[in-house]
């Protein structure tokens, strides 16, 4: 006989709704280039005890995705912390946090604005050397791709677009000795040929931005994230994570998000039409 209890925790997870922080840049003195999507060292201390406080439980991506594939239950109060590109504070400043609290997250490497072997020359600021990268792996940081040179990936051809995806997969794996499972798209761009390609790339999911608490309906090719900057004080920090007042913080962001895709679908219409022609 099903224990009943079953049935709910599984309801529950499908119903729940997941505050997932999207961070950059954790650096006292960030360049101009990162400035407004980095925080202060203090403050991410001070968000991460909050998280403790409010008995938030942080897992990464991948645990989250298992769990509403295969309708298992959620921890109480579950939570996302998340990076974006591969900056050297990640190492430096925020894992000396997250392992006081013993708390899970996920970090998304553009692996050509890596330190090393493959690095392009892209980078915005200081970034992680692989020797860092694997002593995050080894300190529950689950490593997931973002691309290899973080372009908008709804503006590449399908053939630019897999080197894209397949170049960064095969460096994680390479590097770390396990594929990466998760992707995080670079500046939460993404499309419906987008998401396909990510999913026959072999990832098993993937975060947009989006500034929304994620949801299972959502997909798992589309969760959405929530921005953490240099100006979220911890009353708006606190405000984020029990998804309160999202909409009106983000109001301006998702207006200057509706033109954007608006420019880049008139763009996308122009090469079609050019590669047409030849």
């Given at each position: 006989m099903k224990d009943p209890r079953d049935a709910r925790d599984a309801r529950d997870a499908r119903d729940a709704r997941v505050p997932i922080l999207m961070y950059h840049s954790v650096a006292t003195a960030p360049n101009d280039a990162t400035r407004e999507l980095s925080v202060a060292p203090e403050a991410f201390t001070e968000q991460m005890a909050l998280l403790g406080d409010l008995g938030f439980t942080p897992?990464?991506?991948?645990?989250?995705?298992?769990?509403?594939?295969?309708?298992?239950?959620?921890p109480r109060r579950p939570v996302l912390i998340t990076f974006d590109d591969g900056y050297e504070g990640v190492y430096r400043h925020a894992l000396p946090v997250l392992a006081e609290h013993g708390f899970a997250s996920t970090l998304f490497v553009s692996t050509g604005w890596l330190r090393g072997a493959y690095d392009t020359g892209g980078a915005l600021d200081e970034m992680l050397d692989w020797d860092q990268v694997r002593a995050l792996a080894g300190a529950d940081v689950e490593i997931g791709g973002h691309s290899h040179t973080h372009p908008q990936l709804d503006q590449l051809t399908d053939e630019a677009l897999w080197f894209e995806l397949l170049r960064c997969r095969e460096i994680v794996a390479d590097e770390l000795g396990v594929r990466p499972a998760s992707f995080a798209y670079p500046y939460g761009y993404s499309s419906g040929r987008v998401r396909r390609i990510v999913r026959e790339a072999g990832f098993a999911q993937s975060l947009?931005?989006?500034?929304?608490?994620?949801?299972?309906?959502?997909?798992?090719?589309?969760?959405?994230?929530v921005t953490v900057r240099r100006s979220t004080g911890i009353e708006e920090f606190e405000r984020l994570v029990e998804g309160r007042a999202i909409a009106r913080t983000f109001a301006r962001d998702r207006a200057l998000t509706k033109g954007y895709a608006m420019v880049r679908r008139?763009?996308?219409v122009r090469r079609k039409a050019i590669r047409s022609r030849v």
């Open positions: 897992v990464n991506t991948a645990a989250l995705a298992e769990c509403w594939r295969e309708s298992k239950p959620l947009a931005v989006g500034n929304s608490l994620a949801r299972r309906r959502q997909g798992p090719y589309a969760l959405q994230r008139a763009r996308q």
